[in-house]
């Protein structure tokens, strides 16, 4: 007798079909807000790779004399605009970093001396902070 109550509560024939036919719904949602917060972390992440420019290319206010600090330079994936991720390489000197920002990080890998460094950051006042860090070392 349970086994026919049991029976009875399984969908049987089309909506056993339509069960086993229906395909999962995108997650358009959570893809709409992830480029939200890429395009938004992207903004701020500009915004600290120009002052980082800028910094590596003020004139020194002792002396008035430009700075020795190598040339700073960044280039952006041009296939990044509308995508879930953005990719940049920056140089400043000797030293190239690859960039990639996904949702609300960005991550830095480089290579230097046989030594593979990647770090990833979830803001963009530690990205700063770690930018300043390394071009006081060059």
């Known amino acids: 007798q349970e086994k026919a109550k049991a029976a009875l509560r399984q969908p049987s024939g089309l909506a056993m079909r339509e069960k086993q036919h ?4 995108p997650k358009i949602l959570q893809s709409c807000v ?3 917060a ?15 420019s800028k910094r590596a290319n003020h004139k020194d206010s002792s002396g008035g004399q430009q700075q020795s600090a190598p040339a700073f330079a960044v280039s952006w994936s041009p ?4 995508g879930q991720q953005s990719h940049f390489t920056m140089t400043c000197g000797t030293r190239v970093w690859d960039g990639f920002i996904l949702r609300d990080s960005v991550t830095l890998s480089s290579l230097s001396a046989g030594v593979h460094r990647k770090v990833r950051f979830h803001s963009d ?12 070392k060059l």
Do not use: D, H, P, T
């Open 79 to 82: 296939f990044s605009i509308f």
């Open 34 to 36: 992830g480029f939200g």
């Open 125 to 136: 006042e530690e990205f700063e902070l770690y930018l300043k860090l390394q071009m006081r």
């Open 22 to 25: 229906k395909k999962e719904s």
């Open 38 to 52: 890429k395009i938004l972390f992207e903004y701020r992440i500009r915004k600290v790779l120009n002052r980082a």
